[in-house]
Each structure stands twice: as C-alpha cells, then as structure tokens.
C-alpha cells in the first residue's frame, strides 16, 4: 500500500474513532475551565521547546511519562527522534477536544519547520494534585498535497 493510502485509511479510522468519542463522551466530557487549562499545559510545553528548555517542557509529561524517561535529555531524545513537528513549529492550530478511552485528546494541526504537516493529538491525565500533564502524544502524518 503505497504512503497515500496509508495515511488516508488511518485518517478515516481516527475520524471514525474521534466521532465515536464524541458521542459516547457523555460523563467523562471535559468542562471549559479544563479545556482552558488542558491547552494552557500543551502552549507551555510548546513554548518551553521553542526555547530548548527541556527541563521546563519535561515538568508538563505526566509523571509515568517521566519515570518512562528518566531525565529531561532522554525526554529530548525521545522528542527530536520521533516527534520532531513539536520542536520549533511553524505553525499551531488548535482543534476539537475529545475524550478517547475516557481520556480527554487535543487535536493539534502543525506545520514543522520543514513545511511538513501532521495531526498531534495530546492525550492528557489529570493529576490527583489538581493539574494537567501530557500522557501522550500521537503524530499523524498529513499527506502532502501539494504536488
């Protein structure tokens, strides 16, 4: 299956997953004051790379996140071999806030410095302390269609 068709049958899984959450999201909807504070964390992280602070940017990973990592320069690592679009974006654009597995998911459209785009959906958890930390993040690939 060539590059096209895998990005596109995983864009029409992921459209069928997100609007199955939103209508079974129910009880485990977020409120706006959480939405508000859910993208507050992910700007801050955002930020935080712009600047390579890596020690800043690892602070918002929920805390399995960071015993999975260990250091802030593993969490670099981790971050500039898989997940690169994060470092330094061109462009943000933020999108729906789902719940997916009971878990609330910001969608996040960016455009990385090489000008390629990808869907970002940070999956967030709710500390018992009270904030918001990243639990997760997925990079779907956009297909270039420029050409």
Do not use: C, N
């Not at 670099?76 to 898989?82: I, K, N, P």
């Amino acid at each position: 299956m060539g590059r096209f068709k895998q990005v596109f049958v995983f864009l029409i899984i992921a459209t069928a997953v997100l609007a199955g959450s939103r209508a079974s999201a129910g009880d485990d909807a977020v409120g706006e004051r959480d939405a508000a504070l859910i993208r507050d964390v992910i700007e801050s992280q955002l930020d935080a790379l712009r600047r390579d602070d890596w020690t800043e940017a690892f602070g918002y990973a929920a805390p399995f996140i960071q015993q999975k990592f260990g250091s802030p320069d593993t969490f670099r690592r981790m971050v500039m071999g898989g997940y690169s679009i994060v470092h330094r974006p061109r462009v943000v654009t933020f999108k729906s806030l789902e719940t997916i597995g009971g878990r609330p998911a910001q969608a996040v459209l960016m455009t990385g410095t090489d000008g390629k785009s990808a869907m970002v959906i940070y999956f967030m958890e709710k500390l018992t302390e009270g904030p918001w930390r990243i639990g997760g993040v997925s990079v779907i690939p956009l297909a270039d269609l420029s050409a």
